[in-house]
């Protein structure tokens, strides 16, 4: 199925190309989508559809970080219905669990994801649709998003912003907004701040209006729920660059003992250690592309114990060494 998700915040981005000076309908419109679907955000755009236009963007302006300045005109309002759930969550933990558990109904190709490391959390956002261009713009927006919701909702900024792609020329725009350096050639997009705030309770949160609104949320949308293959693929992309990608760990993730996951698994047609073979080869690429990563420390980060072996792993998956690869993406025509 090819991916979707609401336009949501990209909603903005008509009115970013104005101030940009560009004819934002006449630049949608080039990339074959009608404008009219990009002026209310409960609409749907195909990930293939909005990394075209983001590139296109990115070529007219000539700004490489034209995904920042959209996502930053974003909040929990962007979010429609969710966004207001969030808005009555119990407790920031609470609130960030209502985006990554539903974001399955109007996102197919991506997964946001909550993870808890050596007393950090990790509020991250992670691509995972093969035909996606552009994953670098989308990403930056998403972070650019989740500070501001961080922001409406407990009142604090993240301690570290995590940035998987290279620098650009000016890093200027980053700091400004994020109010501090972005980490860039990280091995995730996603936001840091302490574990110990997720029990935070959100401001003016309403505990009679949440219950309506988890009602509402659950009959909004006609969803079509995802096979078990597809859940375990969501959550590999999020745990992969953790040590923690474990099938006991998805299990729990999915809330299912580990011999059910397996047995579910089989029933489709694929096993648990190709599918996490199948997450390593689609992040190792997005690292290797869109990152000056030491290929050593992509291995490290999805959990090899050395480069020899990820490098051994990687030919059978592409046919290449992860170095030859990178260098023939580098002169790929974009």
Same mark, same amino acid.
């Given at each position: ?56 963007? /990115?070529?007219? &302006? ?66 995972? !649709?093969?035909?996606?261009?552009? /994953? ?6 998403? =972070?650019?998003?989740?500070?501001? =919701? ?34 860039? *050639? ?19 949160? *309403? ?16 969803? &079509? ?11 590999? !992309?999020?745990? /992969? ?15 299912? !003992?580990?011999? &059910? ?31 000056? =990563? *030491?290929? &050593? ?14 490098? !051994? ?22």
């Amino acid at each position: 199925m090819e991916g979707q998700q609401r336009v949501g915040v990209v909603v903005e981005l008509p009115q970013v190309l104005r101030e940009m000076g560009q004819d934002p309908e006449q630049l949608i419109a080039s990339v074959g989508i009608n404008p009219d679907r990009l002026r209310s955000s409960e609409n749907s755009i195909s990930f293939v559809e909005l990394g075209s236009l983001l590139q296109a963007c /990115v070529t007219a &302006t000539g700004c490489q970080h034209f995904g920042l300045l959209v996502g930053q005109r974003g909040a929990t309002a962007s979010l429609g219905l969710v966004g207001r759930l969030m808005r009555n969550a119990p407790t920031l933990k609470a609130a960030i669990l209502d985006l990554c558990t539903n974001q399955r109904r109007y996102v197919r190709g991506a997964v946001a994801y909550l993870l808890v490391q050596n007393e950090m959390a990790f509020w991250g956002y992670a691509v995972h !649709h093969p035909a996606m261009r552009s /994953v670098e713009q989308l990403s930056e927006g998403a =972070m650019a998003v989740a500070r501001n =919701m961080l922001l409406e909702l407990a009142g604090v900024l993240p301690e570290q912003i995590l940035i998987a792609r290279r620098a650009p020329d000016d890093i200027a725009p980053y700091n400004r907004f994020f109010g501090c350096a972005p980490t860039f *050639d990280a091995q995730q997009y996603a936001v840091s701040f302490p574990a110990s705030l997720l029990a935070r309770p959100i401001r003016c949160a *309403d505990r009679d209006l949440r219950r309506i609104l988890e009602k509402c949320v659950a009959d909004y949308w006609a969803v &079509t729920q995802p096979s078990t293959a597809e859940a375990v693929v969501r959550a590999l !992309h999020a745990r /992969v660059v953790f040590p923690d990608a474990s099938l006991e760990a998805v299990a729990d993730e999915l809330v299912m !003992h580990p011999r &059910t996951l397996n047995r579910r698994l089989q029933a489709e047609g694929v096993n648990f250690r190709d599918l996490v073979n199948e997450a390593r080869f689609s992040v190792s690429r997005q690292l290797l592309s869109g990152t000056k =990563m *030491d290929v &050593t420390d992509i291995a490290l980060a999805l959990g090899y114990a050395n480069s020899s072996s990820f490098t !051994h792993a990687f030919q059978r998956w592409s046919g290449m060494a992860p170095s030859e690869w990178r260098r023939q993406d580098e002169v790929a025509p974009a």
